[in-house]
């Protein structure tokens, strides 16, 4: 049976070029996943001009996966000049979003610029949202005395209970069923 699309409950491309047609599709109505999909693939490709456009785009849509993705560019100065300050701004604007690694990020921008009880937040708040590399640092930030045992034990049980939150047995169910479904794509 093909995957349904839970919006339209159209039957899932059967080819790239159907699936690139729909894509196309998508990005023209200004879709802003859409849009940042397609910046993925172009900066995949190489074609980071093009990339920096529809993560613009996307951005403007309010999209905070590619305010992420731009603040990567910004940071390598990939298709555009390092620039700190808009690394920062959309770094910031895709935390404020809800994206864990941008926070993560922030974090080590605020540890580099020597603000620690700023940078330690940001890790809590990631490790609270289920990043396991925040939670790492927050260990390296305990044993530097830069956060209190109870802080560091209030993050530890905030990242299980968001890890576990994740967890249910659709869930596992839809993952397999995606693994075997990338699996037999890939067989073809």
Known sequence: ?????????RSGP????????????RVEANDPVALREMGRRRYKEGNTKSAFGYY??????GDVGAHFSLSDMYHE???????????????EEAAIGGHPKARH???FVELINGRDARAVKHLIIAAN???D??????????R??????????????????????????????????????????VAR
């Open 14 to 25: 059967k080819t790239d070029e159907e699936r690139n047609t729909r894509m196309m599709k």
């Open 133 to 142: 590399g925040s939670l790492v640092a927050l260990k390296l930030c305990y």
């Open 105 to 107: 990020n922030l974090g």
């Open 144 to 185: 530097k005395g830069l956060i209190s045992k109870e802080n560091f034990a209030a993050a530890l049980r905030g990242h299980q209970a968001a890890v576990d939150s994740t967890k249910s047995p659709q869930r596992e169910a839809a993952e397999s069923a995606l693994e075997k479904a990338e699996t037999a794509r």
């Open 56 to 61: 613009s785009k996307a951005t403007e849509l």
């Open 77 to 91: 100065g990939l298709g555009v000049e390092k620039d700190e300050k808009k690394e920062v701004h959309h770094l």
């Open 1 to 9: 049976m093909l995957h349904k699309c839970p919006f339209c409950r």
């Open 129 to 131: 949202m289920g990043h």
